[in-house]
């Protein structure tokens, strides 16, 4: 039977975009690619790169007082929303045309439109036009949620915070996730008076919990009202204003409301049901190591499978993918040991088991130390950093790298090839420091601090 392409892929974001190039670029697969909406996806157009942007500009109001204390004599300014803004614009533009430059250098065809699946090798566009594909690749990607209550038409989510037509004076973000607790750093450093509610003990659960604790402190040592065990019980227009009321029995107002509460799968609409295509309980792609759904000529990667919610893993997936279906050499996916940065203020860097979850495993030593770093000490600051490594006492191998530092992205991509690489305690001492840096105390640990 013959196909008008080898691959017709739904979705322009990261992970549809690498795997459409490589299968045509690499393999010489005749492909095609449609995007209803801007190429480049979540991760470009509303999500890492924007948001990236953002934690620079908001960075410098601090910087300020810290060129101060090394002698020199400039003065804070104010922040210019729309000159940034029309940059970032400007940008995005850019890289827009950057993605779909790439799909057209390697020859895929793109539609600009939505597509949806109606046998399990034909695809149906927007426009009515069919075409067949020998097989369909689905990078639908994901979308903010806002749970339902009384007001919750008032919230914006991460997708509007990027297009504010005026910063506000006061914002109120829900969720104690990355996205929340990276716009809470964004929009305090922005000048923005800044309030967030998390519904549970401690933001960012899930991760090292003394990192998580740093990071809250920290938070509010900047000046961002972190208030725990709290959450949003009805939101009310008051004229400009939107009145919050809250669990704790506060009552405020804020001009901007976003909620960052979690993102759900962009898997409806687009045919699945109907051809018997499983889904999960958030409404995923369920799809195996290979990223086959369970018509075997469908296959589905990114955001859509909810696996690992992340850029590089939805590009590792699509090159596994194209490795296992156009180069004859089957690929699992491995989503073991992934650095990943978190742009909070500060910022942290992880990679592998927290304390809490290699203690419930096996036993461990801790090596951790947290202390004022020299630019910060020296320009009269508080702020403390923190590098922690978790080792198994049996193998001796560091299990968990935390980091959290200026920089700490930076550091754990490099902490993380060792550590995927099974480096033991030993390989992280006999490694000279390099002096001085924040990152030298991961190798001049020496005792343990407790063990589990
Ligand atoms: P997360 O799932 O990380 O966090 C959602 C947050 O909202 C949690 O704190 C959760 O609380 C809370 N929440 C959920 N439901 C409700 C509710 N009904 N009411 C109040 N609070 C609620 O989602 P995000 O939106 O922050 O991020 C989505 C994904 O995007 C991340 O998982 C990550 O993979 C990716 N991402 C990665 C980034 C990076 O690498 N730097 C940056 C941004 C996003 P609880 O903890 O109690 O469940």
Not at 41 to 65: D, N, Q, Y
């Amino acid at each position: 039977m013959s196909f008008d392409y080898d691959l017709f892929v739904i979705g322009g974001g990261s992970g549809g975009v690498r795997a459409a190039r490589v299968a045509a670029g690499e393999t010489g697969a005749k492909v095609a690619l449609a995007e209803e909406d801007r190429y480049g996806g979540t991760c470009v157009i509303r999500g890492c790169v924007p948001k990236k942007l953002m934690v620079f500009a908001s960075e410098f109001s601090g910087m300020v007082g810290d060129a101060q204390a090394f002698g020199w004599d400039i003065r804070p300014g104010g922040f210019d929303w729309n000159l940034f803004h029309g940059k970032l614009v400007t940008e995005l533009d850019r890289l827009e045309g950057v993605y779909r430059n790439i799909l057209k250098n390697n020859g895929v065809e793109s539609f600009d439109q939505r597509a949806r699946v109606v046998d399990p090798h034909t695809v149906e566009l927007a426009d009515g036009t069919r075409k067949t594909a020998k097989h369909i690749l689905i990078a639908t990607g994901g979308r903010p949620v806002v749970p339902e209550f009384p007001g919750s038409d008032l919230a914006i989510t991460s997708n509007e915070i990027f297009h504010l037509e005026k910063l506000p004076e006061n914002i109120l973000i829900v969720g104690g996730g990355y996205i929340a607790s990276e716009f809470a750093g964004i929009m305090n450093g922005l000048g923005v008076k800044t309030t967030q509610f998390y519904r549970g003990p401690q933001i960012l659960r899930g991760f090292d919990e003394e990192a998580r604790g740093l990071i809250c402190d920290e938070m509010r040592q900047n000046g961002i009202d972190v208030r725990l065990e709290t959450n949003v019980v009805e939101m009310t227009k008051a004229g400009d204003k939107i009145r919050v009321k809250a669990t704790d029995g506060s009552e405020d107002q804020f001009d901007v409301v976003m909620y960052a509460t979690g993102r759900a799968p962009n898997a409806d609409d687009i045919g699945l049901e109907a051809l018997g295509v499983e889904r999960g309980r958030k409404g995923e792609i369920i799809v195996d190591e290979y990223s086959q759904t369970g018509v075997p000529s469908i296959y589905a990667i990114g955001d859509v499978t909810d696996r690992v919610n992340l850029t590089p893993v939805a590009i590792r997936e699509g090159m596994a993918f194209v490795e296992t279906v156009f180069k004859g050499n089957p690929t699992p996916v491995d989503h073991e040991l992934i650095p990943t940065a978190i742009f909070t203020q500060p910022e942290m860097g992880t990679v592998g088991l927290s304390e809490e979850e290699a203690a419930a495993q096996e036993s461990i030593e801790v090596y951790t130390t947290s202390f004022k770093p020299m630019q910060k000490s020296f320009a009269g600051g508080s702020q403390k950093v923190l590098m922690k490594l978790i080792v198994s006492q049996a193998t001796r191998k560091v299990l968990g790298c935390h980091i959290v530092a200026p920089g700490a992205g930076e550091m754990i991509q490099l902490a993380g090839i060792a550590v995927k690489m099974g480096a033991t305690k030993e390989d992280f001492d006999r490694t000279v420091a390099v002096h001085p840096v924040m990152a030298e105390e991961l190798v001049t640990m020496r005792q343990p601090v407790r063990t589990a």
